[in-house]
């Protein structure tokens, strides 16, 4: 009897043994499975950044490389050089852009010199074309030349401002100088005449700055 009380007591014990093996056995199952999804999901979150930042990384690089290029790709300059009896216009430009010379002032009779640079090629001229750089060189004098476009200014359509590269004084005009066309003009005086560089647009304010800096002519 003390036998049988003994084999079912080991026989209980066994059980309960197995079934809390079992117990275990689905309790790290479940734990591991958990840990191997929360690595999973931690690794891809991980993954995902670093390849995110790899490519913002390679982008910031790109766009480095492409701007030193352009940079690089507009030297050396060129020099525009305008005829000596308006004055000898002289100033630097980036290579890649054409210059054409609108006017032949070879035929004299005081006409205004009228020139046009743009990158690769000169579109044809119109009052609604973009170029990088205008240039005109009116047969007037100063006050009269800046006088045309004080009506703007009083409406406030275009900024003026003083302009003083520390060689030549003028007038620096922004905004819009038609219903179209909006761009940013200096204005020198040269002697009984009066040269405007004007470049149309944001895009090459840039590059229009830069040359102002070159500007020579006979005073």
């Given amino acids: 009897m003390n036998t049988r009380r003994f084999e079912v007591g080991a026989i209980n014990g066994s059980i309960f043994a197995i079934v809390a093996l079992v117990i275990l056995v689905l ?11 929360n690595y999973t999901e931690q690794k891809r979150d991980v993954d995902g950044k670093i390849a995110d930042a790899s490519a913002a990384a390679v982008l910031k690089n790109s766009e480095e490389l492409q701007k030193k290029f ?12 305008g005829p000596v009896d308006y004055g000898r ?24 010199y009228e020139a046009y640079l743009h990158p690769y090629t000169v579109p ?15 047969q007037k004098i100063y006050s009269k030349a800046l006088e045309a476009y004080s009506a703007q200014i009083k409406k ?19 905004g819009s100088f038609s219903k179209d066309m909006v761009g ?35 005073e």
């Fill in 156 to 174: 406030g359509d275009l900024k003026s401002s003083v302009y003083d590269d520390g060689v030549h004084t003028g007038t620096r005009l922004e």
């Fill in 27 to 37: 309790v790290f199952g479940s734990f591991s499975i958990w840990s191997f999804i």
């Fill in 89 to 112: 216009l002289t100033f630097d430009y980036p290579k890649f852009w054409a210059a054409y010379q609108a006017t032949d002032v070879s035929m004299g009779g005081g006409v205004t």
């Fill in 124 to 138: 044809p001229i119109g009052k609604t074309t973009k170029f990088a750089l205008r240039i005109t060189i009116e």
């Fill in 70 to 81: 352009e940079e690089d790709d507009k030297k050396p300059l060129r020099q525009f050089t």
């Fill in 184 to 218: 940013t003009a200096v204005l020198l005086k040269m002697r009984d005449r009066t040269l405007t560089l004007r470049t149309d647009g944001d895009v090459f304010k840039a590059d229009f700055d830069a040359l102002l800096k070159t500007v020579t002519f006979n």
